[in-house]
């Protein structure tokens, strides 16, 4: 299977999972006086439309070259990633603004079974983020990345809302914003995650040097194809989810210039078969 059919399944497998659990929270949250659940199902909320740009960049970034993107739709990819940021941000600022309403005017306890439905989620939502997180690795999608996180998130404000639910219903009277100060907590973890999501992205737009692994792989190969003598300068750009090589490889200076030009194409052509994430391959021979 390809890399973006890859991300393509677990964008949907999110679109999903924040569906049906955005509902189960909302409902929860209202029957059983919970605005941490309420809170949680907001975040899912966002979470539903900000899978949906993901679907739209990982299939839009998945397009060949045309005459106006000669190097490919990959570039949009970091760009979904901060839309995503963007929901994260957003969905931390309403909890936030919401907690400190509830904390100021306290509400009723919330219900007891409130903790089931909780503790459901949040291994619904701790499972949801490694399966993503592992087709992020194999697709090498930052975007990706961004969804598993939503995800785990997900799965700690979960954990905060139980906390301080708990803490309500044991403590009693006078502990009914126990909840809400979890809520207001989470908001903040939330904030702290679209930081981490958003500077790998800014690098990748950046063209920040962030590929050592993939360069020794790269003159690994091409070290040990017939006619190249080394590798010289080997730059990485990651677009979308397949990276450009700019390589620079040393020949013998008394071939021709055929012989030069078969030797590249040759290179340029293993190198993509062993390494299948590598899509636009610039050869620059080198004299010796």
């Not at 941490?36 to 070259?65: H, V």
């Not at 979308?240 to 194409?265: F, M, P, R, W």
Request: glycine share 4%.
């Amino acid at each position: 299977m390809s890399v973006e059919k890859i991300a393509i399944k677990a964008t949907y497998i999110s679109i999903v999972s924040n569906t049906l659990l955005a509902i189960i929270k909302f409902i929860a949250g209202i029957f059983g006086n919970s605005y941490a659940l309420i809170a949680d199902a907001i975040e899912s909320t966002t979470d539903i439309i900000s899978s949906i740009f993901l679907l739209f960049g990982i299939k839009y970034a998945s397009k060949p070259p045309d005459k106006k993107h000669p190097y490919g739709h990959g570039r949009i990819e970091p760009l979904i990633t901060f839309m995503v940021v963007g929901f994260l941000m957003t969905s931390a600022t309403i909890i936030t603004y919401e907690s400190i309403q509830h904390i100021l005017s306290p509400q009723k306890a919330p219900k007891s079974w409130t903790l089931i439905v909780l503790g459901v989620i949040i291994i619904w939502k701790e499972i949801s983020y490694r399966i993503v997180l592992k087709k992020s690795i194999e697709t090498n999608s930052s975007a990706l990345k961004a969804d598993a996180w939503h995800h785990r998130s997900d799965a700690i404000t979960s954990a905060t809302a139980f906390i301080g639910i708990s803490i309500s219903l044991i403590f009693g009277k006078g502990y009914e914003t126990a909840e809400d100060w979890a809520a207001l907590f989470a908001a903040a973890f939330i904030f702290y995650n679209a930081y981490l999501i958003f500077k790998p992205a800014l690098s990748e737009i950046m063209d920040e040097h962030l590929y050592d692994d993939l360069i020794y792989e790269i003159r690994f190969v091409a070290s040990n194809l017939e006619g190249i003598i080394d590798t010289e300068k080997c730059l990485i750009r990651k677009t979308g989810l397949k990276y450009h090589v700019d390589l620079h490889a040393i020949v013998d200076a008394n071939i021709t210039v055929k012989e030069g030009h078969d030797i590249a194409h040759k290179l340029k052509d293993t190198l993509k078969n062993k390494i299948p994430n590598l899509e636009y391959i610039l050869i620059h021979i080198e004299p010796n």
